[in-house]
């Protein structure tokens, strides 16, 4: 069975025009394009952690990049537990880091 021919304008891999977005992280303005997830942008901002671990108050951003881990948790417009990886930003969107208390640490 032959395949057919894609023409490159309705070729899914070949990236298309994307459209600039912005957005705050932790008050901040930062940019993005359309499609790119909330970790991508913070990445692309140069930020590799945006919360702690709940047990050792340790650094945690982006570990598996596909949803499984949790270690890239926000909060997204006052929803809390929102996985970076996996939301697409949205223009307007505000991003904040989850800061929860620690088992055992006064705070």
């Known amino acids: 069975m032959a395949s057919q021919a894609l023409l490159p304008e309705n070729d899914p891999i070949r990236p298309g025009g994307s459209t600039p977005i912005g957005i ?18 913070m990445m692309a901002e140069g930020r590799l952690s945006w919360r702690r671990s709940s047990v050792a108050g340790e650094p945690r951003g982006l570990f ?11 909060v997204v417009n006052g929803e809390r ?8 930003a949205v223009s307007g969107d505000a991003i904040e880091f989850q800061h929860d208390e620690l088992p055992g640490v006064a705070g």
């Not at 598996?64 to 926000?74: E, S």
């Not at 537990?81 to 697409?88: E, G, I, N, S, T």
């Open 24 to 41: 705050t992280v932790d008050g901040k303005p930062a940019t993005g394009l359309t499609g790119q997830t909330i970790a991508a942008i």
């Open 64 to 74: 598996c990049g596909i949803g499984i881990c949790f270690d890239c948790l926000v």
């Open 81 to 88: 537990d929102v996985r970076a990886c996996q939301r697409r």
